[in-house]
């Protein structure tokens, strides 16, 4: 079986009326659930009988669906992008290109967004290098708006200059040469164009434990390392119009507010300077840029 469920050590209290439960779910899931219910024995197995039923549903439709999520792979929305969206020309009709978004919810945010400004209209594409988003992808984008293949070679798709938005699902710095990435990406930008990128925080909290000893500790994804600072410089660096946006933070599934107490305390401890802007970027998983051309 999938599921394993953690007890004892798992329940705690938070603030005395109410708990989380912890469940944990693998080999094959790799992933953490964790449910809010009262201090009471039957809420507890309440909550894990839920759990267990919700988990299997979930791994019955991931297997019925060639590996498809039903939860992870839509939940990749982009409010940190939409709050810098740019309006395009409204002469003519926006196209959108989503690069590796998963069953492409980044894609169609951009396009629901651009209807509050009177925009209803938008021709979607979207490149995947996981053919099992080939036909997810086409039920809103079309048969022939959709690609598959390497990443280096999304470029061979598009014309130059034919694009007024490109969102990147992936963290750019989890690929082999993220900056000819984005030089192809821009490259495939009308004038006035804006491509959407985040790159994954490689100098987490997860690195400065496993720094000062604890070894069992692991980075969750392993990326090329930038600090949000040397991303933006080296971006600069290459004449891009490129702006910092904002970080977004691990969830308490992966990062529990006891851990992270802990390491304030190991900080606080070796007397670190500008304690409070250590910690935000300890606990910051993604940051997220824009570029316009």
């Not at 300890?282 to 316009?292: D, M, S, V």
Request: hydrophobic content about 40%.
């Amino acid at each position: 079986m999938c599921l394993e469920v953690k007890t004892a050590d798992n329940v705690f209290c938070r603030t005395g009326s109410k708990c989380f439960v912890k469940i944990e779910l693998y080999p094959c899931c790799f992933k953490y659930i964790l449910l809010k219910c009262l201090c009471k024995p039957a809420a507890v197995v309440t909550c894990i009988e839920t759990a267990y039923k919700v988990s299997i549903f979930q791994l019955q439709f991931t297997e019925k669906y060639f590996g498809i999520d039903a939860w992870d792979d839509v939940n990749n929305f982009i409010p940190q992008y939409l709050q810098a969206l740019k309006l395009t020309d409204k002469s003519h009709t926006p196209s959108i290109l989503g690069i590796d978004t998963r069953c492409g919810t980044p894609i169609l945010e951009i396009k629901n967004h651009l209807r509050g400004y009177d925009i209803f209209d938008a021709n979607c594409y979207a490149y995947t290098t996981s053919g099992k988003y080939v036909i997810d992808l086409q039920t809103f984008c079309g048969a022939d708006h959709v690609f598959s293949g390497e990443i280096t070679r999304f470029r061979d798709h598009f014309d130059a200059d034919s694009l007024d938005y490109i969102v990147v699902g992936n963290d750019i710095n989890t690929y082999e040469d993220p900056f000819n990435i984005i030089k192809s990406a821009v490259s495939l930008l009308k004038n006035g164009g804006q491509l959407f990128i985040s790159i994954n925080n490689v100098s987490n909290i997860f690195a400065f434990l496993y720094s000062i000893g604890n070894v069992n500790v692991k980075n969750p994804v392993h990326a090329i390392n930038y600090t949000a600072e040397e991303f933006l410089g080296a971006l600069k660096q290459r004449g891009y119009e490129a702006a910092f946006l904002s970080a977004s933070y691990f969830e308490k599934n992966v990062l529990s507010d006891s851990l992270a107490s802990s390491v304030e305390n190991v900080l606080r401890a070796i007397s670190v300077k500008e304690l409070e802007e250590t910690i935000y970027r300890l606990k910051a998983e993604h940051f997220y840029f824009a570029i316009t051309k």
